[in-house]
């Protein structure tokens, strides 16, 4: 009897671990023979599985409860996709960036079809919109403003339709993730809290998700109207000593901050309108502090050079700051007023003449 039993336990262990498999298929046409390709999981920041190429084709097999979201990498090349690792045939489309076959993978690739056509409409306004010699530098900006509510507006009542309809799962996590967080600019913080209550326990427990989370109530934690939070760079001043934040800031100048990096197109772009401010304003009631974070110390100082930023400066500050006021771009400016309260944030380099000329009016 005992017999019987086991070996009917070890059949149904069986069946669940061959209704479990999955294959992850890839075609490479491109790729040489013999270079390994893996799939990596965002939410450790690491490798989980990895198969070698050969004859232009590679397959990771495994099997999973459930479903993972995972992307495709392939090293030394710009070809990777986003998966959904689910049981079945999952065959990565390099060219739309996604998995193709099994549910969830076929969801995943009609809504980043459906947020790529979003984005690439909202480009071309965007476009027309700075070219309309119609308006003027208001009008255009206010045209941006209502450009960027409708992207998202749009983009959230599609995703929102489909995380309601997929919140125990990995296509849920990805829709939010990609939506509320990626895609999304200048989200109301309160609008933001009640998708994701909405959304559930199980997507919002999504490691990038819970990141994302943070960043968002760091930034409303910095947002005009609140006091500077304090941070100290070991050796963050440019010979080598340690540097505090409230060195520059509260002390009875308007200060214009910079968060760069050297390797940031838009950070250069934006240093003549900084030196301009700098030039025209600098003295005993305005100062610009530059801090550079997400860089290497010797491509900060090179750029520091190439750039001549002769206003103060704070190096080697990687993710301190930006994770203290929620920053997940730059260049990121933030106007502090002489008492270490935020002005304003997140502007254009544009209208840094016209808003620190402004607070120094009050």
Known sequence: MKTK????????????????????????????DSTVVYLYDYETESNTDSAVVLNAKATIFGTIDGSQIRRVKVPNART??????????INVNFETACGEGTPLNNNLGKFISFSSELTKSAGQQYEAILTDSTKDEDSKN?????LLNDYNQTLMAHADSLINLNKNNAFGQFVFWDSYIQSAEKLDFNTYMAALDNAGDYVASYGPIKTGTEQKENFENTKPGTKFIDFSIEKGNLDGTPA?????????????????????????????????AYEKFGGDNFNVLGIAVWDK??????????????????IDADKIPTDIYGIYGIPELIL???????????????????????????
């Open 5 to 32: 039993i086991f070996l009917f336990l070890a059949a149904i262990s069986l069946a669940s671990c061959q209704n479990n498999k999955y294959a992850v298929i890839m075609d490479l046409p491109d790729v040489a």
């Open 80 to 89: 990777y996709a986003n998966i959904i690792v689910e049981p079945g045939d």
């Open 142 to 146: 206010a045209a941006i403003e209502a």
């Open 244 to 276: 505090k934040f409230s060195d520059y800031i509260g002390n009875g100048k308007v200060v214009l901050v910079d968060f760069w990096a050297s390797w940031c197109g838009p950070c250069r772009r934006a240093m003549p309108y900084i030196k301009a």
């Open 297 to 314: 110390h010797d491509r900060s100082i090179k750029a520091i050079e190439e750039e001549g930023m002769t206003w103060s400066l704070i």
């Open 336 to 362: 502090f007023d002489k008492d270490g309260v935020v002005l304003d944030r997140s502007f254009q380099p544009s209208d840094i003449d016209k808003i620190v000329s402004k607070a120094l009016e009050k």
